[in-house]
């Protein structure tokens, strides 16, 4: 763990939810990449489970996701001896630097952000202030503790575009206060779709559970989603204008594979898309399996997982206090 972060090396911060299923696309948009950037920036992570109750949650599950997910990240390669890696409820200044920023954030701004639009269609019943004011919470996450770059998936550009605004008006008025940060987005698997309705992204909150794949899904279960994948009627594994299921599919591929779209394009030439669903399933089944092994490793080492995480939270507890009690003191408030 590191004392201080280093002044060299920029900051980098991100965060995940804890929903039962951290799919493909959670992994190829945003975890692998945290992975790969541990060495070079300062890393902070967290599992954003405060963010995870504006949608209902049930206790028991919910708990045993937390402690999934943080598992599984660490199988993915997280190592939070380099890279802090905490739960999000853990540290207490994520939640009153949100309150504060709410208040720095108009009404107006929050109602044009698409995932609200999308999340309040599809939980009509449920549109509670907390999905309506998450953008804030995730600035607070982020401008906490002064990052540089934020690696997320392109769903999540606007609710960074919208902390660079929050934070922009908060300097704006006080002075500089906090870093602006900039969006990290890789150039492949940014956006790995649905795998039933390639139109839309792959989501682990879509009902169909074949237009999803998790990373803990069994093997046949990985092989049988990718076979049932849908396509078009051209029978050409080629990147092309209406072709949304191949291009993801190429995409996926091309992400796991490391091979370029045009390599994959040779490769499969005359071959057919039942051949080519399958050789993509294999190749997702080769890339999450050590992953699936370390998970089990993991998880069934509770006391290590309780070390790391109450560790990381008191390296980021500290760190972000800083943070928050420059902020305090800008807007007036008596320091206790
Ligand atoms: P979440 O939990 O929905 O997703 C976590 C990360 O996975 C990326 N992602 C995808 N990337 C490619 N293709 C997909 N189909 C796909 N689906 C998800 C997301 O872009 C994200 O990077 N609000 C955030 C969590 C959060 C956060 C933060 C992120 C909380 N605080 C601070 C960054 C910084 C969220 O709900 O992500």
Redesign the pocket.
């Known amino acids: 763990m590191p004392e201080t972060v280093q002044e060299k090396k920029k900051v980098i ?5 804890p ?1 039962g299923t951290i ?4 992994y ?4 692998r990449n945290w992975v790969k950037l541990q060495d070079d920036y300062n890393c902070i992570f ?1 599992v ?1 489970d405060l ?1 995870a109750i504006t949608v209902r949650q049930d206790p028991k599950s919910f708990r045993q996701n937390i402690l999934n997910a943080y598992a599984l990240f660490l199988a993915c390669g997280i190592d939070p001896e380099k890279s802090p890696f905490f739960i ?1 409820s853990h540290v207490h200044t994520h939640a009153e630097l949100a309150w504060i920023l709410n208040c720095y954030t108009q009404f107006g701004e929050l109602s044009r952000m698409t ?1 609200f639009k999308d999340k309040s269609q599809k939980h009509a019943d449920n549109v509670n202030a907390g999905l309506f004011t ?1 953008p804030s ?2 600035a607070a ?2 401008l906490l503790y002064q ?1 540089d770059v ?7 550009k606007q ?2 575009e919208l902390t660079r605004n929050i934070a922009e008006r908060f300097n704006g008025i006080y002075g500089n206060t906090f870093k602006i940060p900039e969006p990290y987005i890789s150039q492949v ?6 795998l039933q309705d390639p139109a839309k ?4 909150s879509d009902e169909n559970s074949n237009s999803w794949v998790a990373i803990l899904d069994k093997p046949d279960v990985i092989m049988k989603k990718f076979k049932r994948a849908v396509t078009d009627s051209e029978a050409v594994v080629k990147v092309g204008e209406g072709k949304d299921g191949i291009n993801n599919l190429i995409g996926i591929m091309s992400a796991v594979t490391g091979k370029t779209a045009d390599e994959i394009a040779i490769e499969f030439e005359g071959k057919g898309y039942g051949d080519f669903k399958t050789a993509v399933g294999e190749a997702v089944v080769e890339e999450v399996r050590p992953i699936q092994e370390r998970f089990n490793d993991y998880i069934n080492n509770k006391d290590y997982l309780v070390e790391q995480y109450h560790k990381s939270a008191e390296f980021a507890l500290k760190l972000s206090q800083r943070t928050l009690s420059k902020v305090m003191k800008k807007i007036g408030y008596v320091i206790p």
């Open positions: 911060f991100s965060a995940i939810q929903s799919t493909l696309g959670n190829l948009g945003a975890l967290a954003a963010h999000q995932q998450y919470l995730m996450d982020i990052a934020v690696p997320v998936g392109v769903d999540q609710h960074l698997g940014a956006k790995i779709m649905s992204k792959m989501s682990k």
